[in-house]
């Protein structure tokens, strides 16, 4: 009888944290979606910015180097991945300005899940993506791209998309939480833009010189555009290496093993902070 209330007890005492956890959890990211409506500019820039990109590399550039057939159906997927790393710096800006104001420091100390911070931190970084995800598809669709397969790939190839943000997210945390500053998202920002154009977003790896085009089939956001493109019935870069063949596998494996990595770091790290 009494292993049974102990049982009985420790169930509900796990379940009253787990509802703390939730609850806390919800509360940082209501504080984190109040900025979009205090902030409306910064919301609106960081929507429009990719969509400008897109429609410098559809009209004003054009040509997509080794693509065969219509560029903006190559081009628009390659641009929805790019945008899910980009997303990265948003992040990391956001994350250094609530250390450097000591806001997490605050949160810290008050009676609440440890946490709840970078859960509502990604949660509201994730409803943000989706929106600008939703956005590109809309003017991905207004300038001609098209999807050519069932909705059920439609639904694959945008969580493809969104894992790879959601990766890219906590490699943002963590180099947040290292940088400390505002000012030094600018270095990442010098190795963020390479590592995004260093892919087959804009033009194919077979235009490429062979050691480079190797590099770019094995890039994570390669292999998600690839991926994203097959699930579209759009044109892919071409290619018969493992990467190119395997592109599905690799858009799963990779932000897995990103997360894998970086997720923990990440938390070890805001537990550290206060040291």
């Keep these: 009888m009494s292993a049974t209330i102990h049982e009985v007890s420790t169930a509900l005492a796990t379940r009253s944290r787990l509802g703390w956890a939730a609850a806390d959890s919800w509360t940082m990211t209501r504080r984190e979606l109040a900025h979009w409506a205090r902030q409306p500019v910064q919301v609106v820039v960081g929507l429009v910015f990719p969509v400008m990109l897109l429609l410098m590399f559809g009209y004003l ?6 693509v065969d057939g219509d560029f903006k159906a190559y ?3 390659g641009m ?3 945008t899910m790393v980009f997303g990265l710096e948003s992040t990391m800006l956001a994350v ?7 806001v997490i420091d605050r949160f810290r100390s008050m009676p609440m899940t440890s946490g709840a911070v970078l859960v509502g931190r990604s949660v509201a970084d994730m409803l943000q993506s989706a929106v600008g995800l939703a956005v590109m598809l809309a003017v991905g669709y207004a300038i001609g791209w098209r ?3 069932g909705f059920g790939s ?3 190839a945008v969580g493809l998309l969104l894992l790879l943000r959601f990766a890219m997210l906590w490699v ?3 180099l947040a939480m290292v940088a400390g500053k505002p000012e030094l998202v600018q270095a990442v920002q010098i190795l963020v833009w390479p590592v995004g154009f260093l892919s087959n977003a804009l033009a194919s790896p077979a235009s490429m010189p062979s050691w480079l085009g190797a590099i770019v089939e094995w890039n994570p956001l390669s292999a998600t555009a690839t991926a994203v493109r097959g699930l579209f019935g759009n044109p892919d870069a071409g290619g018969d290496s493992w990467a190119a063949t395997h592109a599905e596998l690799l858009a799963v494996a990779w932000p897995v093993v990103l997360i894998a990595v970086f997720f923990p770091l990440a938390v070890r790290r805001f537990r550290d902070l206060s040291r």
């Design 61 to 66: 550039i054009g040509g997509g180097q080794g």
């Design 75 to 77: 081009l628009v997927p």
């Design 80 to 82: 929805l991945a790019m």
């Design 96 to 102: 250094t300005q609530d250390l450097g104001k000591g």
């Design 147 to 149: 999807w050519h397969e």
């Design 154 to 156: 439609f639904l694959g």
């Design 172 to 174: 943002g945390i963590f």
